[in-house]
């Protein structure tokens, strides 16, 4: 089951993905329930339905069986050349038909680094069996203002010179925690989506100093989405085929199966360090393939298209803008 966040009419909304459609939760929840009246339908539908993915995730075990309800009354009430409505509403949506924002912005971003045994080799530029025995957990934070929607435009400065890309797997904390031990770290996972770490590498010349803020922290470096692949029985997050394209070029190809450290692992370390809450994201780590390796660095114009299998695909641009004072 996958989930989503999308706007219509400039209202977020939360989505559950019926095939490769989009259907307004609430909406789809209301054709299930057999109340008098709509306004009563919909009374019990915003005290009973998560108002967003957050929510969502942060009690599967109440929410799921909820979208499934919903998903078996839109089977019930329409097909596709006849769709469900209530009340006169539309239930289902062609993605293009709506607007895809971030599916949740995290209170903080953790990214691990150089958890793919090819991409630290790459950034090291030594062999890679240097490195298969000597790879810590290595993590840094991204602020909340890096969020960008899985389609938006990357704007970015004429100073940035090496624009990268490093597409990842994105872990969402669904329970909150303290102090995960690594057999129970797995509860804690609310779900996966896909996340971009953009980078502006051009501090990289700085000798031994690395301004990582700059490098990693500025508006829109963190596309998100579109969707939430929830965890199940049978669902190996660890099994899952990344790829990214920059003009229809593959850069990037690899499995989630070649992470250093494992999704249990990255939660309980992160978690005896700091609080995890619920809405947060891990960035797994990023395979090979980004543009330092190719010696490509990304240029205004650029379109980049990422893929996780079994989750979706995002596709955004690069913009060139000039700095202006923007008051509070």
């Known amino acids: 089951m996958r989930i989503c966040t999308f706007s219509l009419a400039g209202e977020a909304r939360i989505g559950v993905l019926f095939g490769e459609r989009i259907a307004d939760l609430k909406l789809a929840y209301a054709l299930s329930l057999d109340e008098e009246s709509a306004a009563e339908v919909m009374d019990?539908?915003?005290?009973?339905?998560?108002?967003?993915?957050?929510?969502?995730?942060?009690?599967?075990?109440?929410?799921?069986?909820?979208?499934?309800?919903?998903?078996?009354?839109?089977?019930?009430?329409?097909?596709?050349?006849?769709?469900?409505?209530?009340?006169?509403?539309?239930?289902?949506?062609?993605?293009?038909?709506?607007?895809?924002?971030?599916?949740?912005?995290?209170?903080?971003?953790?990214?691990?680094?150089?958890?793919?045994?090819?991409?630290?080799?790459?950034?090291?530029?030594?062999?890679?069996?240097?490195?298969?025995?000597?790879?810590?957990?290595?993590?840094?934070?991204k602020p909340a203002t890096?969020?960008?929607?899985?389609?938006?435009?990357?704007?970015?400065?004429?100073?940035?010179?090496?624009l990268d890309y490093e597409l990842e797997l994105g872990v969402l904390i669904g329970q909150g925690g303290k102090n995960i031990p690594v057999e129970r770290a797995m509860d804690h996972v609310g779900g996966y989506t896909l996340f971009n770490d953009m980078s502006d590498r051009t501090s990289l010349n700085m000798g031994k100093f690395i301004d990582w803020y700059?490098?990693?922290?500025?508006?829109?470096f963190a596309p998100i989405g579109p969707y939430i692949l929830l965890p199940e029985e049978g669902l190996d997050p660890h099994d899952l085929r990344l790829k990214l394209w920059v003009n229809g070029e593959l850069r990037q190809d690899a499995t989630t199966g070649d992470m250093v450290w494992r999704i249990a692992e990255q939660v309980?370390?992160?978690?005896?360090?700091?609080?995890?809450?619920?809405?947060?994201?891990?960035?797994?780590?990023?395979?090979?393939?980004?543009?330092?390796?190719?010696?490509?660095?990304?240029?205004?114009?650029?379109?980049?298209?990422?893929?996780?299998?079994?989750?979706?695909?995002?596709?955004?641009?690069?913009?060139n803008e000039n700095p202006e004072y923007t008051p509070g």
């Open 214 to 220: 700059a490098m990693k922290a500025p508006d829109g």
């Open 268 to 319: 309980s370390y992160l978690s005896g360090v700091a609080t995890l809450r619920t809405g947060d994201i891990i960035g797994t780590g990023s395979p090979a393939g980004n543009a330092a390796s190719w010696g490509e660095y990304l240029q205004p114009g650029d379109l980049i298209e990422g893929e996780i299998e079994g989750i979706g695909r995002q596709a955004f641009r690069i913009r």
């Open 146 to 162: 890096c969020v960008s929607g899985p389609y938006d435009d990357v704007p970015v400065y004429p100073s940035m010179e090496k």
């Open 44 to 141: 019990r539908v915003e005290a009973e339905v998560p108002h967003d993915c957050e929510e969502f995730i942060e009690d599967l075990e109440l929410n799921r069986p909820l979208a499934e309800e919903a998903l078996e009354a839109i089977e019930a009430h329409g097909s596709k050349k006849d769709p469900a409505r209530f009340d006169g509403m539309q239930v289902v949506y062609e993605p293009e038909e709506v607007e895809i924002l971030p599916p949740v912005v995290p209170d903080t971003l953790f990214c691990m680094a150089r958890n793919y045994v090819a991409h630290a080799a790459e950034m090291a530029r030594t062999e890679v069996d240097d490195f298969k025995e000597e790879l810590p957990l290595y993590c840094f934070l």
